[in-house]
């Protein structure tokens, strides 16, 4: 089974700061980490090949030369080989544009590494938070897709995944080919090992630079491929965080509930 | 002369940092408070190498140098000064000395699965009445022909109880004093071999600690390390590295006091302003900051002359004797600068400051490094 990670080098949100002054972010020396919930879908992507030794594990970046770095740190997690899309046309790019240059990379990929089974991703960046490129992908490939996994396993030819949803978890199957995007699962992702760091340390990274495939539209990607337009970005009001009740019966939760809602004044 | 990691240290370091971080920091607390083995990290740090850093691939070990052990030992006890003895005292004091003094066979035999952390490591050699007289030994080892009888008992085992391999000595012939003195590998069960009381200890307490009891131990004779009557000279040689394992740990517990003492101050506000903004604040970290930062040369210059092959055991002893005494000093500072709330086990400073203490007492106490340093410079 050969599974595809996307993976996005991203600041560190937890070592931003904040400039008193234009109140921006301040970027500069800011650390530069793999994105969470990428580490999330290369950790879903190591369980099966926890299982099944065959399958195998490559991560696709897009970036400037320094993500290199993430490409490294997923070799050193998890993943059998990693690409780098790096190039000044496709800088600018939106989502919509990413995406698209993405799709264009899987099928480049795919002449050298045969076709992906699954392509996995993070459920979003934590740098934009707009969990678009995931689904977008799945629509150029014209591909099934599950987000928010949490996680996931074969079972016979599908991949039965384990989706967060707000009213509980739901187990979807989907059978390949079949984008996943991933949230934070209730496990911590594996440490690189020592070994695999050596290894890696010393891996070439293949780069996909300018051009890589002669048909791609160059009207979809880069700035001018980007249609989105950034008018305000505010922070969202934070939901309030709500409860779920279990028990063994209905009768059991309703008790509890009619507790609860007494308990409060409520009722 | 370069005082900076090339790029395969800076990038492991990274390793040690993101685990002692994420695994190990969490659970630093609830070992201490509940005096309990860090039985949970070791098939983590088994999983990713850090259970044989500095021994050949052959063994299975991750070929990397003594520096690079250093350091890991050195971020773990940052955040857990137990997790950190526990992986020096197995890589220190059991493989080293198995690498250093065994036959081929016993390599094969025992350091594969010890490097690769699925079997763990002590050293015995400390008794009831043998502390820094390590020479005057009870436990005994006779001859029987085809095996060695060992009868006697060790006390202050690191890792004893949670042990597969145990390197110890043992008296071969009470005539010859020092030189009666060898060394043997012993293994969990076998036959009249227990462990025994479990210390309750002031600081370490995740660390653990037991005797181990020797009740007619048939030792097979291919189980004697190094040659017979050298065990003495292999304890004292295991020890002058382990002394490095230990100056990492007694460094590490420095820094991660510094670590949590910096970010105290600056939230900590009287007289309305933070206590970092205080003369004597920021004077009390630049000299606890200059002498942890000692420390770290002395350590790490003492790894980088075993990693040269240069002798190594007066550096050794100069860095234990400095970077414990060291952490003594620092956590105690630090826990005043907390002040009160520092008392409490609400915050980890109280918990670093009994760590400290036994880095200035074990693997030979600071009076034993200081007669190794002063013994050789009047030679």
Request: charged share 25%.
């Amino acid at each position: 089974m050969n599974i595809l990670v996307c993976a996005k080098q991203v600041p560190d949100t937890t070592e931003i700061k904040i400039d008193p002054v234009t109140n921006t972010l301040i970027r500069d020396g800011v650390p530069a980490i793999l994105n969470p919930y990428d580490g999330y879908a290369l950790e879903a992507a190591a369980r099966l090949k926890d299982k099944d030794p065959e399958v195998k594990i490559v991560v696709v970046t897009m970036g400037p030369e320094a993500a290199k770095a993430v490409s490294k740190e997923c070799l050193a997690i998890a993943a059998d080989k990693a690409y780098l899309v790096s190039g000044r046309s496709f800088a600018g790019s939106d989502t919509l544009a990413t995406s698209y240059i993405l799709y264009n990379a899987v099928k480049e990929i795919e002449k050298v590494e045969g076709k992906f089974d699954f392509i996995f991703c993070g459920k979003q960046a934590i740098d934009g938070d707009t969990a678009q490129v995931g689904p977008e992908m799945a629509e150029w490939l014209g591909y099934g897709q599950i987000t928010n996994g949490l996680e996931c396993e074969m079972n016979g030819d599908k991949l039965e995944v384990l989706k967060e949803g707000a009213d509980g978890n739901l187990v979807l199957s989907i059978k390949a080919p079949a984008v996943v995007t991933f949230t934070k699962p209730s496990f911590d992702p594996r440490f690189p090992t020592i070994k695999r760091k050596m290894a890696a340390n010393k891996a070439v990274i293949e780069v996909l630079g300018d051009g890589f495939n002669p048909d791609m539209d160059d009207a979809k990607i880069g700035l001018k491929g980007s249609p989105t337009f950034v008018r305000k970005s505010f922070t969202p009001p934070v939901a309030a965080g709500g409860e779920i009740l279990k028990a063994e019966t209905p009768e059991d939760v309703v008790k509890l509930l009619v507790g609860k809602l007494t308990e409060s004044h409520v009722i | 002369m370069d005082f900076r990691n090339d790029e395969m240290h800076e990038e492991l370091l990274a390793v040690y940092k993101d685990f002692a971080e994420k695994a190990v920091a969490p659970l630093a607390a609830e070992l201490d408070e509940q005096e309990r083995f860090p039985e949970e990290l070791i098939p983590t740090m088994a999983e990713m190498g850090l259970m044989g850093i500095a021994f050949p691939e052959e063994y299975g070990g991750m070929g990397m140098d003594e520096l690079s052990y250093v350091q890991c030992v050195e971020e773990i006890s940052k955040k857990c000064a137990s997790t950190g003895v526990t992986l020096s005292g197995h890589a220190s004091l059991c493989c080293w000395p198995i690498f250093h003094f065994g036959t081929e066979e016993q390599k094969a035999k025992y350091l594969p699965d010890l490097l690769a952390g699925k079997k763990l490591g002590a050293f015995g050699l400390t008794e009831a009445n043998a502390g820094t007289d390590a020479a005057g030994q009870k436990t005994v080892a006779e001859d029987m022909g085809d095996y060695y009888l060992v009868n006697g008992s060790k006390m202050f085992i690191t890792n004893a109880a949670y042990a597969d391999i145990f390197i110890v000595m043992a008296m071969t012939d009470k005539s010859q004093g020092t030189k009666g003195i060898s060394a043997f590998i012993m293994e969990k069960g076998m036959e009249g071999f227990s462990v025994g009381k479990k210390e309750h200890k002031m600081g370490i307490r995740g660390s653990n600690t037991c005797e181990l009891i020797f009740e007619n131990v048939k030792v097979p004779k291919e189980n004697l390390l190094g040659k017979l009557g050298k065990g003495f000279a292999l304890a004292m040689q295991t020890l002058d590295g382990g002394r490095i394992g230990i100056a990492a740990q007694a460094l590490g517990i420095a820094e991660g006091a510094l670590d949590v003492t910096v970010e105290y101050v600056k939230q900590r506000v009287q007289f309305g302003k933070p206590i970092a903004a205080f003369q004597n604040t920021q004077f009390e970290l630049a000299q606890m900051k200059a002498n942890t930062d000692a420390a770290k040369m002395l350590v790490y210059r003492a790894a980088n002359a075993l990693d040269n092959g240069e002798p190594y055991s007066i550096l050794a002893a100069e860095a234990k004797l400095f970077a414990a005494r060291n952490a003594s000093d620092v956590t105690r500072r630090c826990l005043q600068l907390y002040g009160g709330y520092g008392y409490t086990r609400e915050y980890p400073i109280e918990r670093m400051m009994r760590d400290a203490k036994i880095t200035e007492i074990y693997e030979g106490t600071s009076e034993v490094q200081m007669m190794v340093v002063g013994g050789s410079m009047i030679r």
